[in-house]
């Protein structure tokens, strides 16, 4: 196929970058916002956390990422970059048979982050958190895991590190993906169930809540737990953090140097929206044209109607974690101790958002949009057997709205250029895909009056 890079010649199925196009720095697109992301807060004085506190958490150059607001590129150590070149550049897709199937004018692009063993782009910033800390002369690390990919991706980063590490893996997951913890133990990883009776969060939470299936809330309590008690170890967090939205940004730096190579201009770039990383990590470089005024994007955030921490959560302080002994973030929440429906797209399942995306969205520059489950699978499946991908449940909430957004194009005639984030692949997710086969998946959509209790436990701000 003949390919000119005037951007009117026909465009590859698939764009690939060289090894020496891949991004040498990261992004932090916080360097651009006019107003920055607030401030994490001690819980008990309400004082912004100083780098000293946050290091009894992270480990000391993370500490200095997520105070940093100011340095626009970081440079991605050479190391780094050497593991990313063993799964990366993630390839830019053009979806040519989904627009044909669609009947749609616009072209469609995903970002396929897909493309390694933990099946997501969490292992972007795994590798880099596991590596500073490495550095730092640690022994090993904890993190919660939702779905599991994050544990999943850790336990990479660790084992090809050479650390210990503990996850926390919420018991609903846990027991609907039983395979998913052999691949972390084959990594070295040691899993367990939360909540669990293993730590004084865990017991706190099963006393309350007998019964739970958790939630990443809850998981992240027990896993700082375990680090701060515990000599040489440091918790990591795959999502939310200002840290890993950075990391994340190469995906977003590859996505865009692809496209300039066939001076291709997206006009819609859509994620799904957990706790914000891959979402964030996309829309970062064109964020920061936007808030450049260089140029101007449509940015939609995805999430679950099950879990809208977005379209219909509060800006506030709350915790970051059910236990409430993580610092407070000010974030769009639906409360610390919102424990969602279990949604299958456990990835999702988090109360809160990260603070950048959320003062982004405070400000009006990020569309957000829920959908419910099962109109989210209905995407999912068409976009199976269309692209051959079989994509994850996250995932294909990006999916859904990107085939919402091609229809409506069908109808208006507009030529529209659509990115989205093809976060992961649905393997280990096929429990979800048996209920939707089987016609029993449900809608669950928490009603205001779950969410009016939930928010009004939110920590009181002086
Ligand atoms: C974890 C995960 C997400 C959501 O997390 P974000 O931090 O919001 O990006 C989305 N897709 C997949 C496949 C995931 O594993």
């Not at 990261?26 to 912004?48: E, F, S």
């Not at 390839?91 to 063993?117: C, D, M, Q, S, W």
């Amino acid at each position: 196929m003949e390919t000119k890079k005037n951007g009117t010649e026909a465009i590859p199925y698939k764009i690939y970058l060289d090894e020496q196009e891949m991004p040498t720095h990261y992004y932090n697109v916080r360097a651009d916002m006019p107003i920055k992301p607030a401030p994490l807060l001690n819980p008990g004085t309400h004082q912004p956390m100083t780098a000293e506190e946050l290091s009894g958490v992270f480990c000391t150059e993370l500490v200095k990422q997520e105070l940093d607001n100011e340095t626009r590129e970081i440079a991605i150590p050479e190391e780094i970059r050497n593991f990313y070149r063993m799964y990366r550049p993630s390839p830019l897709v053009r979806a040519y048979e989904l627009e044909r199937k669609l009947g749609t004018p616009a072209k469609i692009y995903y970002k396929f982050e897909g493309n390694n063993t933990s099946g997501s782009h969490k292992l972007n910033s795994a590798i880099t958190q596991a590596y500073y800390a490495k550095n730092q002369g640690l022994k090993g690390l904890t993190t919660e895991t939702g779905a599991g990919q994050w544990g999943t991706a850790l336990s990479m980063a660790c084992a090809y590190l050479g650390m210990d590490l503990k996850v926390y893996m919420v018991k609903g997951s846990y027991e609907q993906k039983p395979f998913r913890r052999e691949v972390m133990r084959t990594y070295g990883a040691t899993v367990t169930p939360s909540p669990s009776d293993t730590t004084e969060a865990g017991r706190r939470i099963l006393a309350e809540h007998p019964g739970t299936t958790g939630s990443l809330g809850c998981a992240i309590s027990e896993a700082v737990e375990y680090a701060v008690t515990h000599e040489g170890y440091r918790y990591v967090l795959g999502s939310v953090l200002n840290q890993v939205l950075l990391h994340q940004s190469v995906i977003g730096l590859e996505a865009k140097t692809a496209m300039e190579k066939y001076g291709i201009k997206p006009d819609i770039i859509i994620g799904c929206a957990g706790g914000g990383s891959n979402l964030g990590g996309l829309i970062a470089p064109f964020m920061g044209e936007k808030l450049r005024g260089e140029a101007d994007y449509h940015f939609i955030a995805v999430e679950p109607a099950s879990c809208p921490s977005l379209t219909r959560g509060v800006y506030a302080y709350d915790f970051c974690d059910t236990g409430m002994i993580c610092p407070l973030a000010k974030m769009y929440t639906l409360g610390c101790d919102f424990i969602p429906s279990p949604n299958h797209a456990g990835g999702l399942r988090y109360h809160g958002m990260s603070p950048i995306l959320s003062e982004l969205y405070h400000e009006g520059l990020l569309e957000a949009r829920s959908v419910e489950q099962t109109r989210v699978f209905d995407a999912a499946q068409y976009f199976a057997r269309i692209e051959g991908t079989l994509p994850a449940p996250e995932s294909s909430h990006a999916i859904r709205v990107a085939i919402d957004e091609a229809l409506r194009c069908k109808e208006t005639g507009e030529e529209k250029t659509i990115l989205f984030g093809l976060t992961g692949t649905g393997y280990f997710d096929l429990v979800a895909y048996q209920q939707y086969n089987d016609g029993t998946m449900t809608d669950y959509i928490p009603t205001d009056e779950d969410l009016a209790r939930s928010l009004s436990r939110l920590p009181k701000m002086e």
